[in-house]
């Protein structure tokens, strides 16, 4: 019976954690992506624009839990601004 009871309480913890929401973190910039980007720049007369994201995504799932970007943003605008940061 003792063994019963122990093999309950492992199910119930394994299935009932992990399962917290997640909220993502703030794009770092990378410092090898900006030093490259810089370069290319220097040696280029083009010029480069982010355009618009388009989608209202705020959350998805991932094995039972739910992943948002921070600060109440759409993984859209999440992504557009990383691109901006990496090419300021």
């Known amino acids: 019976m003792i063994v019963f009871s122990r093999l309950i ?3 119930a913890i394994f299935a009932l954690t992990g399962c917290a929401p997640a909220i993502t973190q703030r794009y770092g ?3 090898k992506n900006m030093l ?3 370069d290319i720049a220097s040696n280029s ?3 480069v624009s982010v355009g618009k994201f388009e989608g209202d995504s705020t ?3 991932c094995r039972g839990a739910s992943m ?3 600060e109440n943003m ?3 605008s999440y992504l557009r ?3 901006i940061e990496e090419l300021w």
């Open 9 to 11: 309480c492992a199910v």
């Open 29 to 31: 910039v990378s410092s």
């Open 36 to 38: 490259l980007l810089r």
């Open 45 to 47: 007369q083009t010029k």
């Open 59 to 61: 959350s998805v799932g």
């Open 68 to 70: 948002s970007p921070p």
């Open 74 to 76: 759409t993984f859209a």
């Open 81 to 83: 601004n990383a691109l």
